[in-house]
Every structure is written in structure tokens, then in C-alpha cells.
């Protein structure tokens, strides 16, 4: 007997159905616990009156959700408009609700009120399958003045029980066997005394009683049979009783692949689904009659993580509670072969960076002289996709244009004198010059590669300030001749790249910074900064 998925979903309200489970039971149809104002028929459950008992069953056709401007909501039959008689009303709060200073409404308690005629108030369970169910109704005046009322449990019209509430409680519990479409009906009459208060408190549940044999099978459709990384994958799982009796809370376990997350699921208009922890999905059927079927559809996604040829399993396995007499056919997988065209994952728009800036001193001998300057090396890697991007649009106008913190660029493809229309990699490579000894002081490389999907931009930086240049740290140079300390800070960058952009609103940066004082050779103080930066973001 298959319940132990069955009661982990303890506590789940099936409103569709008009279903509840009670802790420790099985599944229950319960009139206060699924009382609904959104509509009537609602699921298994209807709310009217009928002219005298037994008599033709008139839908209620007014919907409050703020019966006597209280807390209160429900459906009324408006035979007395003053009054809104007969009605069926529910306290949605967790509070009591006193009516006209004697009815009070306990919390989650519904109330049948009839009319002063010989209209009596009624909710109607309908039977969705036929089998034997036990039925339990406790009648209770919500009247503190003690009215008399006759209450009554009717099966398809004819009597079960019949009693009075003055005012104390009345109660029935039976067996009655049903075929589907039967009616259950729980009636309210004002016991004939003529007094406008009779509402009355109805708890009412209606629970299967489980017996016999079902044979579940389960089998499983997967599209799109190979995976691609970032796309989605659809899982369709069926399961069919083939009876011969029918099955009573069937539960679908369903365990997705590890590199797939989920996004959605289907359970039917006769069923229900949700997520129950990471890659689990639970499908929930309350019954299913023989030769019927139930279809689950969950929808989930390959995470950008998910490498080449990796296999993807995906496993559904059924169980109820009723008795199942071959097991062997309730469990299936699916598999699928994963591709990541990138070969390597993809996962978001992502930048990281290090800096290091350290204060330097250049002296010249006769006569000493000595001057401050700055040495900044830096890197910068950026990945952005190009998804939706026609690439083959590129040309020698493309721009590229980034900021990073302090830092920019800006260049055509064209200005890569090697570049040419239809390659997928451009090079933009600055030096800088001492004029009076011919040695490189300074170079920024910043290089591109892209394919259909992302792009790849690395910068590096390595810049000895003699000449006072021009090239900007991305954030060292704001921590310059600071105390000795830790750092930790943010800045912000973008990317344009043709007509493809990315912001990194957020990118953290941490370091440290070491600064001292000292003498010089010429017999001045300086104070000397070393700096070291990395950050990393993603969007």
C-alpha cells in the first residue's frame, strides 16, 4: 500500500476537489474546511435550499464575502431579502463573529441559516466515484438563546438522520455506499417555532472507505529527447489504473536530473502538482476510477551549468493507497544526452578584475633629486552574451565601448589593423613611451573574441606613471595614502558591443592597503601606498 509520499502532503487543501486531508487520516471531502464564495458548484460541494426536506435542491445564487458587513462569507438564497434567508455563511477568521448581538460564528465554523417559510438551508456533497464512503456530521447552535432547530443527513433525498439541535448538539456517523453523481445532503430546517435565528453550525466530512485492487502503471515522454544547455525540457508522465478496482490517492514522485531545475508543472483539471523540496515534484490525483488516466506535465530547465554529454535522468514513480497487486510497472526513467554548444558553461553575464598600484620613487643622482610616481598593473575578464545578436553584422564600425569603475575603453573593430568583416576576434594593443630613453613605461592589451552566443573581452594593464599618462585605475588610486586597513567597496561597469549591452550595477571589490612614511635619498619624507584590489560580479 503506497502512502508514504500520500503523507508528506498532510495538510494540503485540494479546493478543485473539494478535498482536505485531516492529520492522520486519509483523504477527506470536509464542508467547513473547503467552503469557497468563488463559486457554487464548488467541486464536490453545492450550496442552496429546497422547500421542505427532500424537496427539489435550488442552487444559492448570491455570493458575500462580508455577510452582515461582518467577517463572513458565503452564498444566500434571498427568499427574505431583509434577511438574505436561507444562506450558508463561513467565519474565514480566526476570531468568533457575533450577528445581531446572539449568533455567534466560532472561527472556521460554517452556519446554515433557513427561511422563516419551510425553506431549510442545505450543503450537498456530490459523489465524484462511486465506492462506500463514511460520513460524520456534528450539527451545533450557533444561537446563544438556545432556538430549536431540525437538522437532518440525507442520501439522494431519502433519510440517514433526522434530529433536533435545542440547542444541544446533534451528531451522525455512517457507512453509505454510492455510486458517482449520488448526492449527500446536509439540511438546516427552522424546526418550526417561527424564530428568525437558527443558524446553525454543520461539520461535515466524507471519507472513502478503500477496498480492493488497483494496478497502476506509469510511463514517461521527455522532449526534446537530447537536452541543450539553458533550454527547456518538458517531462509528460502518465499513469493509467487498469483496476479492477479504483484507485484512491495516487501520488506521483518525481526526482528531476540534478542539472535541471524546476519551472512549472500540470496536474489537469482532475488533479494537482507542486515542488516539494530541490528536484522533487509531487503530482497528486485523489482518484483515479478504472481505465482512467492521470497526466502529469512538468516543465523544467537545463541549468547553464550543465556540461556537454552530460546524461540527464529523470525518474517518476507511482503509489495509492489503495492495494496495487504488481508493483514492478510503477516506477520509470528517462534519459537524455545533454549539449552545451559553448562547451564549457555559460550561466550569466560575469566580470572579474585585480588591480595592484604601488607608490614608487625616482631619483636622479647629481644632485639628488627625487619625485613620487605611481605603478599600476591591472586585469579585467568580461563575458557577456550575444544571444538574439546577429553577428554576422559585424564590421570594421562596430563599437566597443566599456567602463569599469575607473577605467575605459573605446574602440571600432577597424581600428585592429588585422581585423577584416567575418572574423570573430579583433586585438587593440596602446604603448607608452619614454621619449628621452625610448623604454616602454606603459601597455594596455585589450582583447575580443566572440561567437554566436557571448562574447569574451580580456584586458590587461601594466602602466609605470613617469609621463603622467592618462590611463585610470579601476579603483586603487582612491585608496592611495590611506591607512594601512582592509578594503571592501563596490563600483559599477558596462559593456556595449554593437548592439549588445550589459550593466553590472554591483560589481564587490576587496583588498588591502599598506601605507608608510619614509626618508628619501634626497632627505625628504614620502608617503608610499601599496594596493591590491579583486572583484568580481555578475548579472
Given amino acids: 500500500m503506497g502512502n508514504g509520499t500520500a503523507r508528506s502532503l498532510l495538510g494540503l487543501v485540494l479546493l478543485g476537489w473539494g478535498i482536505v486531508f485531516l492529520p492522520g487520516a486519509t483523504l477527506a471531502f470536509d464542508a467547513a474546511g473547503n467552503f469557497s464564495t468563488g463559486s457554487n458548484p464548488n467541486g464536490t460541494w453545492s450550496y442552496g435550499y429546497s422547500y421542505g426536506v427532500g424537496s427539489t435542491f435550488i442552487l444559492d445564487t448570491t455570493n458575500t464575502t462580508s455577510y452582515g458587513g461582518l467577517a463572513l462569507g458565503g452564498w444566500m ?12 455563511v463561513k467565519n474565514f477568521t480566526s476570531h468568533p463573529v457575533t450577528v445581531n448581538g446572539s449568533t455567534v460564528f466560532q472561527p472556521g465554523q460554517l452556519g446554515l441559516q433557513p427561511d422563516l417559510s419551510n425553506a431549510v438551508s442545505i450543503v450537498r456533497w456530490t459523489a465524484p466515484f462511486s465506492g462506500a464512503f463514511n460520513i460524520n456530521a456534528t450539527f451545533s447552535g450557533c444561537n446563544v438563546l438556545g432556538d430549536s432547530v431540525d437538522v437532518h443527513v440525507l442520501y439522494n433525498g431519502s433519510s440517514l438522520f433526522s434530529s433536533t439541535v435545542s440547542p444541544s448538539p446533534a451528531s451522525y456517523s455512517g457507512s453509505q455506499s454510492v455510486l458517482a453523481g449520488d448526492t449527500i445532503d446536509f ?13 446553525t453550525g454543520v461539520a461535515a466530512t466524507i471519507t472513502p472507505v478503500i477496498v480492493g485492487n488497483a494496478d497502476l502503471g506509469v510511463s514517461a515522454i521527455e522532449a526534446p529527447g537530447s537536452t541543450v544547455t539553458g533550454s527547456n525540457v518538458i517531462y509528460t508522465i502518465i499513469i493509467t489504473n487498469r483496476g479492477p478496482d479504483n484507485a484512491v490517492e495516487v501520488t506521483i514522485t518525481n526526482t528531476l536530473a540534478p542539472q535541471v531545475t524546476f519551472l512549472g508543472c500540470d496536474a489537469g ?8 523540496g530541490p528536484g522533487k515534484v509531487i503530482g497528486y490525483y485523489p482518484f483515479l476510477v478504472t481505465n482512467d488516466t492521470g497526466t502529469l506535465i512538468i516543465t523544467g530547465q537545463v541549468l547553464c551549468s550543465a556540461a556537454n554529454h552530460v546524461v540527464l535522468t529523470n525518474t517518476a514513480s507511482v503509489s495509492t493507497f489503495s492495494d496495487d497487486p504488481v508493483g514492478t510497472d510503477n516506477q520509470i526513467s528517462t534519459v537524455a544526452t545533454n549539449s552545451n554548444p559553448l562547451r564549457k558553461p555559460f550561466c550569466s553575464n560575469a566580470l572579474s578584475l585585480t588591480e595592484s598600484l604601488r607608490d614608487r620613487l625616482g631619483c636622479s643622482r647629481r644632485p639628488i633629486s627625487c619625485s613620487e610616481f605611481t605603478g599600476d598593473t591591472l586585469t579585467i575578464s568580461i563575458t557577456m552574451s550575444l544571444a538574439g545578436v546577429d553577428i554576422t553584422q559585424f564590421n570594421a564600425l562596430t563599437f566597443l565601448d566599456l ?13 585592429d589593423p588585422h581585423y577584416l568583416p567575418g572574423k570573430t576576434h579583433a586585438t587593440f594593443t596602446e604603448r607608452e613611451i619614454n621619449g628621452d630613453t625610448d623604454q616602454v613605461v606603459g601597455h594596455q592589451t585589450v582583447r575580443l573574441k566572440w561567437t554566436a552566443e557571448q562574447l569574451t573581452v580580456t584586458i590587461t594593464l601594466s602602466d609605470l606613471d613617469i609621463l603622467d599618462s592618462v590611463v585610470t585605475p579601476v579603483l586603487a ?9 582592509p578594503i571592501t567597496d563596490a563600483i559599477t561597469a558596462s559593456v556595449n558591443f554593437g548592439n549588445a549591452a550589459t550593466t553590472f550595477d554591483v560589481v564587490p571589490v576587496t583588498g588591502a592597503v599598506v601605507t608608510g612614511t619614509g626618508i628619501g635619498p634626497d632627505g625628504m619624507s614620502y608617503t608610499i601606498s601599496t594596493i591590491r584590489l579583486k572583484g568580481a560580479g555578475f548579472h
Fill in 269 to 276: 483539471t482532475n488533479g494537482f502538482c507542486d515542488a516539494a
Fill in 403 to 415: 567602463t569599469v569603475g575607473g577605467f575605459s575603453f573605446g574602440d571600432n573593430l577597424g581600428d
Fill in 77 to 88: 438564497g434571498n427568499l427574505n431579502p431583509a434577511a438574505n434567508y436561507p444562506f450558508a
Fill in 187 to 199: 439540511v438546516v430546517g427552522n424546526g418550526g417555532n417561527g424564530i428568525n435565528d437558527d443558524t
Fill in 477 to 485: 588610486d582612491r585608496y592611495d595614502g590611506h591607512a594601512t586597513g
